[in-house]
Each structure stands twice: as structure tokens, then as C-alpha cells.
């Protein structure tokens, strides 16, 4: 049984900064990459960041120079290092585990608040 857990959000003004954490536990084999999520009100899901076996890194348009994702592979634990805030990034933020033998996402956290206020 896995389970994600995700921590740092809060309420912060456009220019802020946020750092979110995701710690997994259980017991997870041949993981392929951890990413972030986020889904605002209204809106479909939409993927943020992700960090893949090897150290490669992958953002979406929308934070690249703004956002950073990093993790450390013992601990199991990613996180989401975030600057230069805008309002359009609030959202409720979300962690993923992609396993090697599955194509999709199959781990997921309940999410965390973003809020940004202008």
C-alpha cells in the first residue's frame, strides 16, 4: 500500500515563493519518474513538472524559469520549489509516482492549496 502525502501550501502574494514537499511511504518498485500536478477550480488537471530515473527534468511552458522540481530517491520525496508567483498558478498541487511498467501515473497524493493573490 502506498500513500503520498504533500505539504507547503498556503496563501502567498503574486512575486511569492512556495515550497512544496510530497513524502511517499509503502513500499514502491522500479519507479520511472515522480512529477507534480495541479487542477484549478473549473479546470482539467494539468501537469507541472517531473522528475525521471536518470536525473532528467521536464516543465510545462507555463513555470519554466520559475519553478523548480527536485527530489532525493531515499527518502522517496519530491518537491516543488516555487518563485515569482503568479495568480494564475492557484491551484490545488498534486504528486505522482510513474512506475517503469506502467504508462500512466498510477500513484497520487490528495493535493495541497496554492493560493495566490494579486
Known amino acids: 500500500q502506498v500513500q503520498l502525502v504533500e505539504s507547503g501550501g498556503g496563501l502567498v502574494q503574486a512575486g511569492g515563493s512556495l515550497r512544496l514537499s510530497c513524502a511517499a511511504s509503502?513500499?514502491?518498485?522500479?519507479?520511472?519518474?515522480m512529477g507534480w500536478f495541479r487542477q484549478a477550480p473549473g479546470k482539467e488537471r494539468e501537469f507541472v513538472a517531473s522528475?525521471?530515473?536518470?536525473?532528467?527534468?521536464d516543465y510545462a511552458d507555463s513555470v519554466k524559469g520559475r519553478f523548480t522540481i527536485s527530489r532525493d530517491n531515499a527518502k522517496n520525496t519530491v518537491y516543488l520549489q516555487m518563485n515569482s508567483l503568479k495568480p494564475e498558478d492557484t491551484a490545488i498541487y498534486s504528486c505522482?509516482?510513474?512506475?517503469?511498467?506502467?504508462?500512466?501515473?498510477?500513484?497520487w497524493g490528495q493535493g495541497t492549496q496554492v493560493t495566490v493573490s494579486s
Open positions: 509503502g513500499r514502491i518498485f522500479s519507479v520511472y519518474a
Open positions: 505522482a509516482i510513474r512506475q517503469t511498467t506502467l504508462n500512466v501515473w498510477g500513484y
Open positions: 522528475s525521471r530515473s536518470g536525473g532528467m527534468t
